[in-house]
C-alpha cells in the first residue's frame, strides 16, 4: 500500500506584493540593561561532566540551560530569573533531578547573572 499526499493549489503563480507605503519592520533593539539583580542556577561548578554531557543530561531532563564563558571558565546556567526565590525553587527542581538520577557529584548553585564576555 502508498499513500501519496499531493499540496495542491500552494500559491502557486499568486503574486505577493509587499506593501510599498507600510513602514519597514521595526529594528529589532538590545533591552536596555535592567538596574535590578537578576539570578542564574549555576549547575555544575567545577564540571565534572563534559559541557555538552550535562547540558544534554539538563534537555533530557526539562531544564534548558545556557552555557556562558566567563573569566575564560565555561559555566552552565539555567536562567535568568527576576528574583532570587524563583531560582532558588529552579534549583531545587534541579537538585531533585539530580538525586533522582543518582547524579550526586554536581553541584547546584544559585549565583548573581553574569553577563557573557
Known amino acids: 500500500m502508498m499513500a501519496v499526499l499531493a499540496l495542491v493549489g500552494c500559491g502557486e503563480g499568486k503574486r505577493v506584493e509587499a506593501n510599498k507605503s507600510a513602514p519597514v519592520a521595526a529594528q529589532v533593539q538590545p533591552a536596555p540593561a535592567s538596574t535590578t539583580p537578576q539570578w542564574d542556577v549555576l549547575v555544575g561548578s567545577q564540571l565534572p561532566l563534559a559541557v555538552s554531557?550535562?547540558?544534554?543530561w539538563l534537555i533530557e531532563h526539562g531544564i534548558i540551560s545556557n552555557v556562558l564563558t566567563v573569566e575564560g571558565k565555561r559555566l552552565v546556567v539555567v536562567g535568568?530569573?527576576?528574583s532570587q526565590a524563583e531560582a532558588e525553587a529552579k534549583k531545587n527542581e534541579v537538585i531533585e533531578k539530580l538525586v533522582k538520577a543518582k547524579k550526586r557529584d554536581?553541584?547546584?548553585?544559585?549565583i548573581e547573572h553574569q553577563t557573557a564576555q
Open 53 to 56: 554531557d550535562l547540558t544534554g
Open 80 to 82: 535568568p530569573f527576576a
Open 106 to 110: 554536581i553541584d547546584v548553585t544559585v
